[in-house]
């Protein structure tokens, strides 16, 4: 298990993806413990590093008795950080894990290369609120609140379906140390850093629930918006756990913020046309191009490579398989050959193949499914 002892505590964290890609860290909310941006791993790991850890006083993190602060809790990540040797990382917490970022971005800015703060506040609410808390969980165990924090971690709707994850956290909730937890009620308690966000100098993207009556936009995101200089926004019609109840979204929005690449678009539209098409295809285009063809060559390399099929969110395999039912629906023969060819040179299978052409024969009609599946059929032959 992958245990580190730092400040004197038995910290749990997961180190996932390739070496030397940019890390990102991901901190969770109070009540919660790493395996809340589970939803998430598998976009970011397509493009960083991620490291998840629990906070003292959550998950299979050691729980000392006692009040804890928000300087604390993120000497307690820097020290996790400087364990593994990671010097430099972009940050992403939600709520506690928010007001964590906050404290890095003030006092160890050149540690950090990106902020995201998601569901969060400068200051989380007055203290009679988190007295109450911490008064019912030494009296009554983490069972007196799981409801209550139920309510306000997800909307409604999704507390009435079912929902696996809210299960989860109901399960992680009643599970956390009640001592950490009222630790953690104390440094958010005691949190308030209104009178200094000016001098955060990250880039900061500010993520809020429009549904989320912890920390709404009011009073919370709109500070954090407001009084960090260029910080960026986005709101989402989720509850607290945003990345939990709107999973889609809230990653595109942190792809696109972590991800934004200075690069020309042609220069970025070669990449992604080298890593789809194949190397031999590319060079075998750019040597086939004449003055005649060059303005349209490069359209094609800034706008459909450089452009779209650059975005962040979708990976190469679902952008293949739209392409190739698109493709077939339209009767694009040559195009659908390209496309097919590549993807089974890169990732696809035939089992992919089956399933976008049985949806094509269903919404696109049986002749042009026929066609399709003679062409993927010769060069399954071809490649066996």
Not at 290 to 306: K, L, V
Request: hydrophobic fraction near 45%; glycine fraction near 8%.
């Amino acid at each position: 298990m992958p245990f580190v002892t730092v400040n004197g505590i038995r910290q749990y964290y997961r180190l996932e993806g390739v070496d030397g890609r940019p890390v990102v860290v991901l901190s969770h909310s109070i009540g919660c413990d790493h395996g809340m941006w589970q939803l998430q791993i598998p976009d970011l790991l397509r493009h960083f590093q991620v490291l998840r850890y629990d906070v003292r006083g959550h998950g299979a993190s050691e729980s000392p008795s006692g009040a804890y602060s928000i300087e604390q809790l993120g000497r307690d990540a820097l020290a996790l950080a400087d364990h593994l040797g990671i010097t430099r990382f972009a940050w992403c917490g939600l709520s506690m894990g928010g007001a964590i970022g906050q404290w890095l971005a003030l006092h160890v800015p050149g540690r950090l290369t990106h902020l995201v703060l998601a569901n969060t506040s400068a200051r989380f609410g007055d203290r009679a609120m988190w007295e109450n808390r911490i008064k019912a969980v030494q009296e009554g165990g983490m069972a007196a609140l799981v409801e209550l924090a139920l309510k306000r971690f997800f909307s409604e709707e999704i507390l009435k379906v079912g929902n696996a994850y809210v299960s989860s956290i109901r399960s992680v909730l009643l599970a956390t140390d009640p001592a950490g937890y009222i630790g953690c009620c104390v440094a958010l308690r005691d949190f308030d850093s209104t009178q200094e966000l000016g001098r955060i100098t990250i880039p900061t993207l500010v993520i809020v629930g429009e549904r989320d009556v912890s920390t709404p936009w009011a009073g919370n995101g709109e500070v954090l918006a407001r009084e960090i200089p260029n910080a960026k926004s986005v709101r989402l019609p989720a509850a607290h756990l945003s990345n939990l109840e709107q999973p889609r979204s809230f990653t595109a929005a942190l792809l696109e913020f972590l991800l934004s690449d200075r690069r020309s678009l042609t220069e970025k539209g070669f990449e992604v046309r080298r890593r789809v098409l194949g190397d031999a295809h590319v060079d075998k285009a750019i040597a086939a191009t004449t003055d005649f063809t060059r303005d349209f060559q490069d359209f094609i390399t800034r706008y459909a490579w450089g452009e779209i099929w650059s975005r962040p969110f979708l990976d190469d395999r679902t952008r293949r398989l739209l392409v190739l039912a698109l493709m077939a629906a339209m009767g694009r023969w040559e195009e659908f050959r390209m496309h097919l060819r590549a993807g089974l040179n890169h990732e696809l299978e035939s089992c992919d193949l089956k399933e976008v052409l049985l949806l094509v024969a269903l919404y696109a009609g049986l002749p042009a499914a026929n066609t399709a599946f003679h062409l993927a059929q010769e060069e399954l032959a071809a490649q066996r």
